[in-house]
């Protein structure tokens, strides 16, 4: 058996081995398969661009929209697509076809059966250009590289790396925060940092993967300020001066890092000239040494509710100023000669849409859509009415909640804005942790896909944790297969990816999880039903007795773990194992959900910290999967108790 190679590229060098070692797991006995560079390659597994072979791309743009093409017999054929990275997706939807399942990050999520190679026909346009993950929670290196192989081997095509360097993700895994009491911490450097972004960064070379890069941090960087995320050594911020402090947005009559030390989250004097100027030479000098940047994403600051007050500033809104810059932007890399994309985003206090000001040379920018306050209890429909929006005040706005509304204020952009939009979102952030059965968040996924087709969305990134296992990977799972086929059946997807990381017995968990959302109900543990919001956003004392009942669901995953020890493969090995820790996790939640539920407030308290500690004890057997980080943060929303209590957090 021989691959050939029509063309010399590296992602197709990467997708012909990746070819070679499934065939030969798949088919051990059957000896060396062969790669050969032959451009006019007749026979054997032929890799190469739709246009290699003759055949029609149908991509508006071919560096941006996959194309997969397989046309395969037992003994080869065409694997092509629209540009490299998509012949790599035909060699994995080849061996998908024929029984491969890539269920988790690592080796331990492969499934690779043991058969013949069957032949395959099939031809896709991927539903949506953009699809994909940004870092966010806590990370290991480890994790990191991981999951750019996972992401290629779902058919996602972006990895977002946000901020300079991430320090305060990386930070959160080394120093083990929220779990101090059981792992030393090994903080890392800046420079070690930088470094394995620029490893990630060739993982995604390697694959062909859209890299869309920064984000925030852009409005400290250019005056000297630090511009990474994660605690500022108080040294450091000591040795600001009252000159660059100067640029800083005046609010309250100050000019003065926002929320006390944080300049990732304080905005400048946009109205300035020469604080404008200095935003773009920033950028432009970056964009001019980052050719491998497919995307670079220039956003203001991370706070809310501090642009500035002085009086040329407000003489216009924040949206306003901002795509002023754009221009500017835009202007000085035209100047430059560099064709850079640039990513603008509708996020806080840009929610609101300019009043003056057009971004004059649509086709260098895309708009990102982030409804970080968006209600995760419902999901765009061609049916959904979006009420008026809400009045601009200036550092005073009122905040869109519920998705309808957030969605209003995307269609007033809309209305000014021709260019293409796709949406950064939040499902994997906060909220997977407050669905305690996973199953809500998966189904909230898929609807909010489908519902792209009526936002005029062209798919998602997700701000969200790269360690989105626990009990399971099915949201993650779902997520891509819909962004990749907008008419894929949930329940089909769901019972194939439950039957592959269970086997058999599969339905005997999925019933246990459904029994555990109908208990924790994720809308209640969003903080969206409490029977007095005054007293709590979870205090409603009829719940109580349903946490209760969690320990009997928790006393039937321990015994379904336990029942399953020797398994066939090892994701169906691991996804048992994880049932196991799931049981004690389903009952430290219930605890503290149950006192929350009563109004028992500093109760909660301690068994919020009993839980980090105690189930801190297992992150370091299951961390591949699971983000006590993020649980830790989450945590601390959840034991808010009410000022009047004489606690807020």
Same mark, same amino acid.
């Given at each position: 058996?021989?691959?050939?190679?029509?063309?010399?590229?590296?992602? @197709?060098?990467?997708?012909?081995?990746?070819?070679?070692? &499934?065939?030969?797991?798949?088919?051990?006995?059957?000896?060396?398969?062969?790669?050969?560079?032959?451009?006019?390659?007749?026979? !054997?597994?032929?890799?190469?661009?739709?246009?290699?072979?003759?055949?029609?791309?149908?991509?508006?743009?071919?560096?941006?929209?996959?194309?997969? $093409?397989?046309?395969?017999?037992?003994?080869?054929?065409?694997?092509?697509?629209?540009?490299?990275?998509?012949?790599?997706?035909?060699?994995?939807?080849?061996?998908?076809?024929?029984?491969?399942?890539?269920?988790?990050?690592?080796? %331990?999520? %492969?499934?690779?059966?043991?058969?013949?190679?069957?032949?395959?026909?099939?031809?896709?346009?991927?539903?949506?250009?953009?699809? !994909?993950?940004?870092?966010?929670?806590?990370?290991?290196?480890?994790?990191?590289?991981?999951?750019?192989?996972?992401?290629?081997?779902?058919?996602?095509?972006?990895?977002?790396?946000?901020?300079? #360097?991430? +320090?305060?993700?990386?930070?959160?895994?080394?120093?083990?925060?929220?779990?101090?009491? *059981?792992?030393?911490?090994?903080?890392?450097?800046?420079?070690?940092?930088?470094?394995?972004?620029?490893?990630?960064?060739?993982?995604?070379? =390697? +694959?062909?993967?859209?890299?869309?890069?920064?984000?925030?941090?852009?409005?400290?960087?250019?005056?000297?300020?630090?511009?990474?995320?994660?605690? #500022?050594?108080?040294?450091?911020?000591?040795?600001?001066?009252?000159?660059?402090?100067?640029?800083?947005?005046?609010?309250?009559?100050?000019?003065?890092?926002?929320?006390?030390?944080?300049?990732?989250?304080?905005?400048?004097?946009?109205?300035?000239?020469?604080?404008?100027?200095?935003?773009? +030479?920033? #950028?432009?000098?970056?964009?001019?040494?980052?050719?491998?940047?497919?995307?670079?994403?220039?956003?203001?600051?991370?706070?809310?509710?501090?642009?500035?007050?002085?009086?040329?500033?407000?003489?216009?809104?924040?949206?306003?100023? &901002?795509?002023?810059?754009? *221009?500017?932007?835009?202007?000085?890399?035209?100047?430059?000669?560099?064709?850079?994309?640039?990513?603008? /985003?509708?996020?806080?206090?840009?929610?609101?849409?300019?009043?003056?000001?057009?971004?004059? *040379?649509?086709?260098?920018?895309?708009?990102?859509?982030?409804?970080?306050?968006?209600?995760?209890?419902?999901?765009?429909?061609?049916?959904?009415?979006?009420?008026?929006?809400?009045?601009?005040?200036?550092?005073?706005?009122?905040?869109?909640?519920?998705?309808?509304?957030?969605?209003?204020?995307?269609?007033?952009?809309?209305?000014?804005?021709?260019?293409?939009?796709?949406?950064?979102?939040?499902?994997?952030?906060?909220?997977?942790?407050?669905?305690? !059965?996973?199953?809500?968040?998966?189904?909230? @996924?898929?609807?909010?896909?489908?519902?792209?087709?009526?936002? =005029?969305?062209?798919?998602?990134?997700?701000?969200?944790?790269?360690?989105?296992?626990?009990?399971?990977?099915?949201?993650?799972?779902?997520?891509?297969?819909?962004?990749?086929?907008?008419?894929?059946?949930?329940?089909?997807?769901?019972?194939?990816?439950?039957?592959?990381?269970?086997?058999?017995?599969?339905?005997?968990?999925?019933?246990?999880?459904?029994?555990?959302?109908?208990?924790?109900?994720?809308?209640?543990?969003?903080?969206?039903?409490?029977?007095?919001?005054?007293?709590?956003?979870?205090?409603?004392?009829?719940?109580?007795?349903?946490?209760?009942?969690?320990?009997?669901?928790?006393?039937?995953?321990?015994?379904?773990?336990?029942?399953?020890?020797?398994?066939?493969?090892?994701?169906?090995?691991?996804?048992?194992?994880?049932?196991?820790?799931?049981?004690?996790?389903?009952?430290?939640?219930?605890?503290?959900?149950?006192?929350?539920?009563?109004?028992? %407030?500093? +109760?909660?308290?301690?068994? #919020?910290?009993?839980? =980090?500690?105690?189930?801190?004890?297992?992150? /370091?057997?299951?961390?591949?999967?699971?983000?006590?980080?993020?649980?830790?943060?989450?945590?601390? $929303?959840? =034991?808010? /108790? *009410?000022?009047?209590?004489?606690?807020?957090?």
């Amino acid at each position: 058996m021989k691959i050939c190679k029509l063309r010399a590229n590296h992602v @197709i060098d990467h997708a012909a081995e990746e070819l070679k070692k &499934y065939l030969r797991m798949m088919m051990p006995e059957d000896g060396e398969v062969e790669i050969l560079f032959d451009p006019k390659g007749e026979s !054997g597994f032929r890799l190469g661009l739709l246009e290699d072979f003759g055949l029609e791309n149908e991509a508006e743009d071919v560096a941006l929209d996959d194309v997969i $093409h397989v046309d395969t017999d037992k003994n080869g054929g065409i694997l092509a697509g629209s540009n490299p990275r998509s012949v790599l997706f035909a060699v994995y939807r080849l061996l998908r076809e024929n029984g491969c399942r890539w269920l988790y990050p690592g080796v %331990d999520g %492969d499934f690779v059966p043991v058969k013949p190679i069957e032949g395959v026909k099939y031809h896709k346009l991927a539903d949506h250009r953009f699809r !994909g993950f940004c870092n966010e929670g806590s990370e290991s290196q480890q994790c990191m590289m991981e999951v750019a192989d996972y992401y290629a081997k779902l058919e996602m095509n972006v990895y977002m790396m946000e901020w300079f #360097i991430p +320090r305060g993700y990386y930070n959160r895994y080394y120093d083990h925060k929220f779990n101090e009491k *059981n792992r030393r911490p090994e903080s890392v450097s800046d420079q070690q940092i930088r470094q394995w972004k620029v490893a990630i960064e060739a993982e995604i070379s =390697k +694959r062909g993967l859209m890299f869309h890069d920064i984000g925030h941090g852009w409005m400290t960087k250019p005056f000297g300020m630090p511009a990474n995320n994660g605690k #500022i050594p108080e040294e450091i911020l000591n040795a600001i001066t009252p000159e660059q402090k100067s640029v800083l947005a005046l609010v309250d009559g100050k000019r003065e890092f926002h929320k006390g030390n944080a300049p990732i989250f304080t905005n400048v004097c946009m109205s300035r000239e020469d604080v404008r100027a200095g935003v773009v +030479r920033e #950028i432009a000098d970056y964009a001019e040494k980052s050719a491998h940047v497919d995307y670079v994403h220039v956003w203001l600051a991370d706070g809310t509710r501090n642009h500035c007050e002085c009086e040329e500033c407000l003489k216009k809104t924040p949206s306003d100023w &901002y795509l002023m810059i754009m *221009n500017e932007l835009d202007e000085e890399l035209t100047r430059r000669k560099l064709d850079t994309r640039i990513v603008f /985003i509708v996020y806080v206090d840009t929610f609101w849409p300019p009043k003056e000001v057009t971004i004059k *040379n649509p086709r260098r920018f895309s708009l990102l859509y982030a409804p970080i306050f968006r209600s995760y209890s419902s999901s765009v429909t061609e049916n959904t009415v979006t009420p008026p929006t809400k009045p601009f005040v200036h550092n005073k706005w009122e905040t869109p909640v519920s998705t309808e509304e957030n969605f209003a204020y995307l269609k007033e952009w809309q209305k000014i804005w021709p260019g293409p939009c796709f949406s950064y979102e939040y499902h994997f952030w906060r909220h997977q942790y407050l669905d305690v !059965g996973s199953l809500a968040i998966a189904r909230r @996924i898929y609807e909010d896909i489908l519902g792209l087709k009526w936002m =005029k969305l062209d798919g998602f990134v997700e701000d969200g944790s790269q360690r989105s296992g626990f009990p399971n990977a099915f949201p993650v799972y779902i997520y891509a297969e819909t962004l990749m086929n907008r008419d894929c059946d949930y329940e089909a997807v769901l019972e194939d990816y439950y039957s592959h990381i269970y086997g058999k017995d599969w339905k005997d968990v999925l019933n246990l999880l459904e029994a555990v959302e109908k208990l924790f109900d994720f809308d209640y543990m969003e903080g969206e039903k409490s029977a007095d919001p005054a007293i709590g956003p979870f205090y409603d004392p009829a719940r109580a007795p349903s946490f209760d009942r969690v320990f009997e669901l928790s006393a039937r995953a321990r015994a379904l773990s336990l029942a399953h020890t020797v398994m066939p493969t090892r994701p169906q090995t691991v996804s048992w194992a994880l049932l196991e820790y799931y049981a004690e996790y389903l009952e430290r939640w219930a605890a503290v959900m149950k006192e929350k539920a009563l109004g028992n %407030d500093y +109760r909660a308290l301690e068994l #919020i910290e009993e839980f =980090k500690n105690e189930f801190g004890r297992h992150e /370091i057997y299951i961390e591949r999967y699971y983000d006590h980080g993020l649980l830790g943060h989450i945590l601390g $929303h959840v =034991k808010k /108790i *009410n000022k009047k209590q004489g606690i807020v957090w």
